[in-house]
């Protein structure tokens, strides 16, 4: 059974930074997409950041130059780096794998972790 595990989240005031980890286990394939999608109390899942096995990277608009994704492709790992960090940046964040290069819609979600930024 494929697992997601998200680890990092927390509490940080307005300017500070975060780094999220997730850590796939429970499959012998490498996934070609990673990322992170975001979901704040009554808005819509948005996509952040996704990370292809062949080292490609998108962001979406509102954390281009904050966010920085990486992955470490032998260990089925991603990380998101997210720094100058905003309230409007407080949401659940979703580790997400997907067996396609797009990320779009992702085969596999891991259980979230919240991100609070304070004022």
């Known amino acids: 059974q494929v697992q997601l595990v998200e680890s990092g989240g927390g509490l940080v005031q307005a300017g500070g930074s975060l780094r999220l980890s997730c850590a796939a286990s429970?499959?012998?394939?490498?996934?070609?997409?990673m990322g992170w999608y975001r979901q704040a109390p009554g808005k819509q899942r948005e996509l952040v950041a996704t990370a292809t096995s062949g080292g490609r990277t998108n962001y979406a608009d509102s954390v281009k130059g904050r966010f920085a994704i990486s992955r470490d492709n032998a260990k089925n790992t991603v990380y998101m780096q997210m720094n100058s960090l905003q309230p409007e940046d407080t949401a659940v964040y979703y580790c997400?794998?997907?067996?396609?290069?797009?990320?779009?819609?992702?085969?596999?979600w891991g259980q979230g972790t919240q991100v609070t930024v304070s004022s």
């Open positions: 429970g499959t012998i394939f490498r996934f070609n997409a």
């Open positions: 997400t794998g997907d067996r396609t290069n797009s990320n779009i819609n992702p085969d596999y």
